[in-house]
Structures are given as structure tokens and as C-alpha cells.
């Protein structure tokens, strides 16, 4: 075993300024308790803020012959990042998004945007006052109240108080039609089998119609293009981030090559030189709405705009829109395999998919002037971009066969030796030279339709499908491939009644993984019947510890591997290096998964088209940028609000007619509100009660500083997103202090708070304050004041997260906590900001937060006790670090007091396990008490996978 760290207060250093938080003996107390509290201007996270390379990289796939044909084309555009001197923010030289007027004439560089044209009064209307739209706006979008609890809501009202806000629903309802902001209406087209029809006994499918509805996309993309919400959320030409090491990095969508790509060829027509490249993202999925009364299926179209940054599409905020209803052709039973139904189908999606964007095909080649969000016109050129769906769709959208993959063509019998790249000009030239039959069998291909792409300029379908995190990495690769292998192995291994037995087993160390914020529970192990995809998210974050010690280690190793993987290409960012270090994960995992071979689990290999995908995401991060801003995470989670809300609110007969009309209000109630919102109109609170319950929920205000803050206004929150100024973690004690006396069960508290003191003052002596005779230590405060939790605020981009990257989580450490026993979580505290990973850090279990004065200054502390790695490397299988608690002689665990300044955030801690059962009395609650030896859990959350590696 290593020798134990040293845990020394002095050594601690602070995780925000990576400075020794403890000044020397002769800078005096009160200087350190000042600095102890000054919080540094936020830091320019790694992931945005690099510093500049000493030269420009050059542009040496610009592929055009001609010179720029001017100055401001030539020289690249600098980010407003750049100021910070950490990055090179590269912009594309010719599609550089320069601002021009109305009529599409350049501005000189720093001129002003032209001012819009003044509203003709400063009124709601058609609201009379705010207090009318804030009520319609709560009653309708917030709330979703029925028409009939509106009208008796009214009732009450006007009984009490007279006249009320609003008559009733059809008056609010009819108040939000008159809203003349982001009107679009819905329309509607029938598509009909156009083929040959039998004479006699013609299947039914064949005379039926299919309506599709639709929105016009380019006044959808229009509207969204010139939102103020996105002012500063978007990227107005294709970029290039070096950082100072002169590595590419990616994030959002305009930072990778596609968009560079595609403005390279735009720019070799001269007409569009300076203009803004406007790529369109597309996603469609069915989804089911269960009821009691049967199934009903939709197909919604989704669409979003790849200017937007990834951060701002995955919160929504109205960036990702419907655009319509595609239809669902049905038949019975007797013509569901019948050749000409499926072919029929398939046209029906490419035909509908183009007559719904035919609207944007002239500015994919003419630029259109169009007002953007900052205020400033743009002469804008149009494209498609990454289409969203999950394997059936795409093998759909790219007209292949079932198995095959739709990016290369890899045969479907042994997809991992791979195969040429497929391309529309490709498949042209094999449509030429063979049939139909010979296109299925040798290369998966629909020889009698095209895709959709083919109609619009610039779009290639192989190229344009986007990666799609949640079905092929986190259901399919994990929970229906991985997870499944491990069950069949313990039956092929042990038999049916030993499997089930240690599959029970499995359940109970899943069930005994302690509380964490953010952690979804399984109390009753994994086996329920149907999984989300956040179910399987969940079960990412404990499978690993619970299996180990009951499978053999080369599928610990397995599982060690793909989890690196799916965490490293779900980061916010991505760089050269962890581009690197995604290859050397997948490798892994290919090299550990052939023991599901040499266990006769998987005797055929591994031919899946979801896991042989993850082989193209490292090319596809390189196109896209980080996939989290294109999975389909993000339009799964758009069908609660647009689809599967809207039809619990309608009154379920023709339920589609009223859904779109809702859509509609609800869009046009949020385009007026950021038009208010714009003209400063919603300023303030309301007067009289709706100052204490405002209608517009704020921000959450979740710490408190010792120098500014407010006071968290919801003790029950564990985790969440935030908006605020960045930093790298901040950690401060929550509301609800108690005054209590030293013994407060810890009867050695003041001792060791003395201790605490003396290593303060101290910092340089040569005898740390837990070695010295406790006389010269300082006198313990007469009186503490204790603390239930407290909140650690830190920039984790790549997990939910605030626009600005930040989140926030709530540490606890009381006596008892919602009827169970107590609750003393973990953290991370900084030992050598110096050295990368857990390396750096110690791991700590919080006894109690608390805070006391000292010199005249408040000094937030905390009690912990420590744990150690039981090793200097993680360990070989499953890739986590080992630690144990520290204890002394006697077998007490060793305590200590440190500021709060130097947690870094909570830590989540899993038991090891071995190869024993866990006993059936045990509760997740004992975990930390009844186990030697403990993982640290770099699989808790993304922002823990980059700091506990």
C-alpha cells in the first residue's frame, strides 16, 4: 500500500484560483481569512477559453483557385473570445457573416445595427395591461389549466372581486390568436398511391389519403434566426478553435468541418461572398401515446438551426421547433409485407419531406437578407444539414436495407471490416450499372427510390446523418447488447437457478449504491419491464461495481472500456487529444468484448449496425462537432412538450387538429413574450402579490457567498442547471444554521478546530497542527453555527448545465433524511491543483458543515473523515480508483476540519464488492459504513469522469 496523503489544512489548495488558500505566519490571520473569501474574476474554462497560438494555422483545405477579392474576406475574423488571449478563433474568410442593411449592403466593420422600426405604441396589445398577458401566459403555457377550471376560475374571481383578468377561456384564447408574432399557420397536403391500381379487389391502402401537415420551414427558421434570446448563442460563420497548442477543438456545430466544408463550395460562387451559411437541422422519430383506450401513434418533424450552440439546443428555449405531422400509412395485415406497400411508404416520407422544405431551396443558392438576432441584417445562405434519427429512420432516410450500414458499405454479415464511404454520387452509379436485386444483395441499396436529398443542393443523406447517442451508445450498445451478454453468461456459465440467484445479487449491490445528487435509485435492481433512456443513463453510472467479482474481469474490462467511451464522446468539447483518447477507448472495448466470443455468448461476433456505428463517430465529431448538441436526446425530450402535453390537453377526438392550433398558441405566446421581454416591458416585478410569486420564474439563486449572494429559496433541490458567471467551483454552506454546543456527537470537534487554527496561522511550520502539543494551538470558538447541506457550484458543460456551463449540487450531512437514517455524502477535496485527475484530490465523507468566528472573520469549515487509495493507479478492471477510510489504531476513522474553499464538489463513492453476496438486511443507507474498501465513481456524471480519471 502507498503511504497515506498527507492531510495537512495547508496543503489543501483552492480549487477556484489554484492557489495555497493558507497564507504564511507573517501575512497575519485577518489577511487570510480576507483572501480566504475573495472570489476571483471567473476563469476561462479549457473548454472555451485557450490561449492564442503563436501563428494563425493556415487554410490548406480551402479548395478555391481565385484569391479573395477583398480585405475584409481575406483577413480571418477574431470571436469575441479572443479577448482572453487563451484561443485562436479562426473564421471562415469568405462566408464570414458580415453585417449589412436591408437591402443587402455591406456595413463598414463596427457600424451599429439599423435600428427597428419603432412599435407604434408602447402597449400589450392585444392585452390590455402586463397583468393580462402574465395570467394568459401562466393559465396557458405554464400551467396548461383545462378550459372548464379557467371558466370556474374566472367565476370565483368576478364573484370576489368584480370584473376579472380575463371572461373566460375562449376570451384568453382568443387574446393569444390576435398575437401577430410568430404566426405561422399550419397547412396540409394528402399524399395517394399513384401507381398502378388493380381492377378488382384493390387493397384499401391504395384509395386511401394520408395527410401530412406542415409549417413553412423557412418562416420557422426565419423567426428563429432573428430571436434576441440568441444574440449571443450563435455563430454567424463556419469556425476553426486552436488551442495554444495549435489542437483543433470541437463543440458546437459551426466549429467543425461540414460547415467549413460546405462554405468552401458556397464561396466559389462570388455572388454569395460575405454572406452567413445558415445550415438546417432536421429530426423526425414516431412516438406513442398510450392511453386506456389503445395506442396512437405520431410523426413529428422537428427543426433547428446549426448556428445555434449546442448548450442552447439542448435546453430547448424554443430553438428546436416542430415543422410538422408526417403521416403514418397503415394497413392490415394481409399487405404489410406486400412489396408494393413498403415501396409506397417509403415514397410517401421522401416525397413529403420534400414538398415540406421546398421553401428553402432558393436560398440554399441565392442569398436572402434576412435580420438577425443581434440586430443586424445578414445576407443569408441556406443549407441542409444533420438529419436526427435513430437507426430505422436513418436506414429509412438513406433508402438501404435493414442491417446494412447507411454510411458505408460494410456488409451486413461482417459490418466490422468496414467498406467504402457511401455517397449520392455513388449510389447513382451503381443504380446505373445493376438492378435492383443485385443493388439489395451486394450493397444493401432501395434500387427504385431516392432520397430526399437528391432535390436540394448540396445535401448528401450519407453524409448528413447525425450520431445518435441515446439509441446506439446508451440503449442498444449498453443496455440491450452489454448488459443483456452478462445474463446470458451467467446462464450459460452457471445454470438458470445459479443465474437468477446472482442476477438477485446483482440487483441488491445496484439497490446499496449510496445517495448522490442527480442519481436515480433502484431499489429494486434493474428489473423492471420497460426502460427509458434514462433508466439506461442511470444504470451507466453503478453497473460496473455491481457486476465486478461475479463475471470474469475481461468483461469488467468490457464494460471499463465502452463506459470511457460513451462518457469521452459525450463531452461538451472535444479536442485532438480526446479525440485520441476516444480511439484508444473503442479500441479497448473491441480488443475486452471477444470474451463474450470465448464464453460462447456471442459465437457469431458482433455484426450489429448500432455498435459497428460507433467506428464513424470519430469522423463525425470531426463534421459536427460534440454529438451531444445532435442526439436524439434532444427530440425525444421534444415530443413531451409538443406532442405528448398537447394531447393530454386536448379532448382526445380529433386530437391532432387541436395539438397543431395549441403548438401555434403556444409559439406565438412565446415570440410575444421575447418581443416584450426586447422593449423592456417586462422589467420588474408586478405589483402587490405578484411580487412575492412572480409569473416568470427566475434564475435559481442556490448559495450564499460571504461576500454577495442570496439565500436559496428550495432546501430540497439536490442538483441542477444554473445561469451565472463561471467558475471553476465554489462551494458555500446553505440556509438554515442551528447553534449548537461543541459535543454535537463529535467529541473531539474542538480539538481538532483548534488544530485547524493553529495550521491557518501556521501555514509554514515544519510540525503540522495534528502533531503539535495542543497548547500552543489557538483557543476554540466559544459558539458554532451548524449547517444541514451545502451547495457546490461548478462549470460542468457537458453535463445539464446552465446557457453558461454551470450546474449545481446540494451537499448534505444530516441526522436523518426524508424517513431514513442518516445522510453524510462525500466530496472532493483539492490536494495539488497541479496534477490532473483524482491524483490531485483527496476523498472525503462529510461529518458535519459548520462555521464559526474567529479574528472578527466567518470561518465556513466542515468535519470529515478521510479515505485512501489503496493503490498509486486505478484499478486495471474497471478503471476506477480504490480507496479506503483511514482509521487509527484503536480502528477509529481519522477526522478532520478543512474550509469549505477547498471542496471541489460532492463525490460519489460504490462499495467493492468481491466476489461475496451482500447481505438481504443491509440498506443503501449503511453502505459507506459497512464496506472496506470503496470505488470512486468517475461514472456518477460527466463533470466527475473528467476530474476522477
Same mark, same amino acid.
Given at each position: 500500500m502507498p503511504p497515506r496523503r498527507s492531510f495537512r489544512p495547508r496543503n489543501l489548495i483552492c480549487p477556484v484560483s489554484g492557489c495555497n488558500k493558507l497564507l504564511s505566519a507573517q501575512s497575519g490571520l485577518s489577511q487570510h481569512l480576507n483572501a480566504a473569501h475573495r472570489r476571483p474574476s471567473p476563469p476561462a474554462p479549457s473548454s472555451m477559453l485557450l490561449p492564442l497560438s503563436p501563428t494563425v494555422p493556415s487554410h490548406e483545405d480551402f479548395p478555391l483557385h481565385q484569391e479573395p477579392t477583398s480585405e475584409d474576406e481575406s483577413q480571418p475574423q477574431p470571436s469575441q473570445k479572443d479577448s482572453q488571449s487563451n484561443f485562436c478563433t479562426v473564421c471562415h474568410p469568405i462566408l464570414n457573416g458580415r453585417p449589412c442593411d436591408a437591402q443587402g449592403n455591406f456595413l463598414s466593420a463596427g457600424e451599429p445595427p439599423v435600428p427597428a422600426s419603432p412599435r407604434s405604441d408602447n402597449s400589450f396589445s392585444p392585452f390590455e395591461d402586463r397583468e393580462q398577458f402574465e395570467v394568459t401566459n401562466f393559465l396557458f403555457q405554464r400551467s396548461q389549466m383545462p378550459a372548464g377550471q379557467i371558466d370556474f376560475l374566472m367565476q370565483l374571481l368576478a364573484s370576489k372581486y368584480g370584473d376579472p383578468i380575463l371572461d373566460n377561456a375562449d376570451h384568453m384564447k382568443a387574446l393569444i390568436d390576435d398575437i401577430s408574432n410568430g404566426d405561422i399557420?399550419?397547412?396540409?397536403?394528402?399524399?395517394?398511391?399513384?401507381?398502378?391500381?388493380?381492377?378488382?379487389?384493390?387493397?384499401?391502402?391504395?384509395?386511401?389519403?394520408?395527410?401530412?401537415?406542415?409549417?413553412?420551414?423557412?418562416?420557422?427558421?426565419?423567426?428563429?434566426?432573428?430571436?434576441p434570446d440568441f444574440a449571443n448563442e450563435m455563430d454567424f460563420a463556419p469556425k476553426r478553435v486552436y488551442s495554444q497548442q495549435g489542437e483543433r477543438e470541437y463543440q458546437d456545430f459551426m466549429l467543425g468541418s461540414w460547415a467549413?466544408?460546405?462554405?468552401?463550395?458556397?464561396?466559389?460562387?462570388?455572388?454569395?461572398? =460575405?454572406?452567413?451559411?445558415?445550415?438546417? *437541422?432536421?429530426?423526425? +422519430?414516431?412516438?406513442?401515446?398510450? /392511453?386506456?383506450? &389503445?395506442?396512437n401513434e405520431y410523426y413529428p418533424l422537428y427543426m433547428s438551426l446549426g448556428v445555434i450552440h449546442n448548450s442552447t439546443r439542448r435546453s430547448h428555449r424554443n430553438s428546436v421547433a416542430l415543422i410538422g405531422f408526417l403521416a403514418i400509412p397503415k394497413t392490415d395485415r394481409q399487405y404489410q409485407n406486400?412489396?408494393?406497400?413498403?415501396?409506397?411508404?417509403?415514397?410517401?416520407?421522401?416525397?413529403?419531406?420534400?414538398?415540406?422544405?421546398?421553401?428553402?431551396?432558393? =436560398?440554399?443558392?441565392?442569398?436572402?437578407? *434576412?435580420?438577425?438576432? +443581434?440586430?443586424?441584417?445578414?445576407? /443569408?445562405?441556406? &443549407?441542409?444539414?444533420?438529419?436526427?434519427?435513430?437507426?430505422?429512420?436513418?436506414?429509412?432516410?438513406?433508402?438501404?436495407?435493414q442491417g446494412w450500414c447507411p454510411r458505408c458499405t460494410a456488409h451486413p454479415s461482417n459490418l466490422d471490416e468496414g467498406g467504402i464511404s457511401r455517397s449520392r454520387e455513388h449510389t447513382r452509379l451503381l443504380m446505373d450499372a445493376l438492378d435492383t436485386k443485385a443493388l439489395w444483395d451486394n450493397y444493401g441499396a432501395i434500387g427504385d427510390i431516392m432520397p430526399f436529398t437528391v432535390n436540394f443542393p448540396r445535401a448528401d443523406i450519407h453524409e448528413l446523418l447525425s450520431p445518435d447517442l441515446l439509441h446506439q451508445v446508451i440503449k442498444e450498445t449498453f443496455k440491450d447488447h452489454l448488459v443483456t451478454w452478462v445474463e446470458e453468461y451467467l446462464v450459460l456459465k452457471h445454470g438458470k437457478t445459479r443465474a437468477a440467484v446472482i442476477m438477485a445479487d446483482i440487483d441488491r449491490r445496484i439497490a446499496l449504491a449510496p445517495a448522490f445528487p442527480g442519481l436515480?435509485?433502484?431499489?429494486?435492481?434493474?428489473?423492471?419491464?420497460?426502460?427509458?433512456?434514462?433508466?439506461?443513463?442511470?444504470?451507466?453510472?453503478?453497473?460496473?461495481?455491481?457486476?465486478?467479482?461475479?463475471?470474469?474481469?475481461?468483461?469488467?474490462?468490457?464494460?471499463?472500456?465502452?463506459?470511457?467511451?460513451?462518457?469521452?464522446?459525450?463531452?461538451?468539447?472535444?479536442d485532438e487529444h480526446t479525440l485520441s483518447t476516444?480511439?484508444?477507448?473503442?479500441?479497448?472495448?473491441h480488443r475486452e468484448r471477444v470474451v463474450f466470443i470465448d464464453e460462447n455468448v456471442r459465437p457469431e461476433g458482433f455484426s450489429l449496425p448500432r455498435q459497428h456505428a460507433l467506428v464513424h463517430y470519430r469522423r463525425l465529431i470531426i463534421l459536427f462537432g460534440a454529438p451531444n448538441g445532435l442526439c436524439s436526446l434532444i427530440t425525444e425530450s421534444k415530443h413531451i412538450k409538443a406532442v405528448k402535453e398537447l394531447y393530454c390537453c386536448s379532448s382526445k377526438h380529433n386530437a391532432l387538429s387541436q395539438m397543431l392550433v395549441t403548438n401555434q398558441r403556444l409559439d406565438k405566446l412565446a415570440a410575444f413574450r421575447v418581443e416584450l421581454a426586447a422593449r423592456g416591458?417586462?422589467?420588474?416585478?408586478?405589483?402587490?402579490?405578484?411580487?412575492?410569486?412572480?409569473?416568470s420564474p427566475p434564475p435559481p439563486q442556490l448559495a450564499i457567498p460571504t461576500t454577495k449572494g442570496s439565500l436559496p429559496t428550495d432546501d430540497n433541490d439536490d442538483e441542477g442547471a444554473i445561469d451565472g458567471d463561471q467558475v471553476e467551483a465554489e462551494v458555500v454552506l446553505a440556509r438554515n444554521p442551528k447553534t449548537l454546543a461543541h459535543t454535537l456527537g463529535h467529541p473531539t470537534l474542538s480539538e481538532l478546530i483548534r488544530r485547524f487554527l493553529y495550521d491557518l496561522i501556521h501555514p509554514q511550520a515544519d510540525t503540522p497542527g495534528s502533531d503539535v502539543d495542543i497548547s500552543p494551538c489557538p483557543d476554540a470558538p466559544p459558539r458554532i453555527i451548524v449547517y444541514p447541506s451545502a451547495i457546490a457550484t461548478y462549470y460542468a458543460p457537458s453535463d445539464w448545465s446552465g446557457s453558461s456551463g454551470m450546474r449545481h449540487e446540494r451537499i448534505r450531512s444530516v441526522p436523518s433524511w426524508r424517513g431514513e437514517p442518516k445522510r453524510q455524502d462525500c466530496v472532493y477535496v483539492n490536494a495539488d491543483s497541479s496534477v490532473p485527475g483524482?491524483?490531485?484530490?483527496?476523498?472525503?465523507?462529510?461529518?458535519?458543515?459548520?462555521?464559526?468566528?474567529?479574528?472578527?472573520?466567518?470561518?465556513?469549515?466542515?468535519?470529515?473523515?478521510?479515505?485512501?487509495?489503496?493503490?498509486?493507479?486505478?484499478?486495471?478492471?474497471?478503471?476506477?480508483?480504490?480507496?479506503?477510510?483511514d482509521a487509527d489504531q484503536a480502528g477509529q476513522r481519522i477526522k478532520g476540519v478543512v474550509h469549505v474553499d477547498t471542496i471541489v464538489r460532492g463525490a460519489h463513492l460504490l462499495p467493492v464488492f468481491g466476489d461475496e453476496f451482500v447481505s438481504h438486511t443491509l440498506e443503501h443507507t449503511d453502505s459507506l459504513d459497512a464496506f472496506r474498501a470503496f470505488y470512486v465513481n468517475k461514472y456518477a456524471d460527466h463533470h466527475a469522469h473528467e476530474i476522477a480519471s
Open positions: 399557420p399550419w397547412q396540409s397536403f394528402a399524399g395517394q398511391y399513384s401507381g398502378v391500381i388493380p381492377e378488382s379487389n384493390p387493397p384499401p391502402w391504395m384509395a386511401r389519403e394520408y395527410e401530412v401537415f406542415f409549417r413553412c420551414p423557412h418562416q420557422v427558421g426565419q423567426n428563429m434566426l432573428g430571436n467549413w466544408n460546405q462554405a468552401n463550395i458556397i464561396a466559389q460562387d462570388e455572388a454569395t461572398h =460575405g454572406s452567413m451559411f445558415c445550415p438546417f *437541422i432536421l429530426g423526425s +422519430d414516431k412516438t406513442t401515446i398510450s /392511453v386506456a383506450t &389503445g395506442q406486400d412489396p408494393a406497400f413498403r415501396k409506397f411508404r417509403r415514397q410517401l416520407f421522401h416525397s413529403s419531406l420534400t414538398h415540406i422544405l421546398q421553401s428553402l431551396r432558393s =436560398g440554399m443558392t441565392v442569398p436572402e437578407v *434576412i435580420k438577425c438576432a +443581434d440586430g443586424h441584417y445578414r445576407r /443569408v445562405v441556406f &443549407g441542409l444539414g444533420p438529419y436526427i434519427a435513430d437507426y430505422p429512420e436513418q436506414a429509412l432516410l438513406a433508402c438501404i436495407v436515480r435509485r433502484f431499489p429494486e435492481g434493474r428489473g423492471f419491464k420497460q426502460w427509458t433512456g434514462d433508466d439506461s443513463k442511470a444504470l451507466m453510472k453503478v453497473y460496473l461495481s455491481a457486476i465486478a467479482g461475479h463475471v470474469p474481469s475481461g468483461i469488467v474490462r468490457t464494460f471499463s472500456a465502452f463506459l470511457d467511451f460513451c462518457y469521452l464522446i459525450r463531452r461538451d468539447v472535444i476516444i480511439d484508444d477507448a473503442l479500441a479497448r472495448f416591458m417586462l422589467d420588474g416585478p408586478l405589483p402587490g402579490l405578484l411580487t412575492h410569486f412572480p409569473l483524482f491524483s490531485g484530490l483527496h476523498a472525503a465523507r462529510v461529518l458535519l458543515f459548520f462555521a464559526f468566528k474567529h479574528a472578527g472573520v466567518t470561518l465556513p469549515c466542515t468535519l470529515v473523515t478521510w479515505f485512501s487509495p489503496v493503490s498509486n493507479t486505478p484499478c486495471q478492471d474497471t478503471g476506477m480508483w480504490i480507496v479506503e477510510p
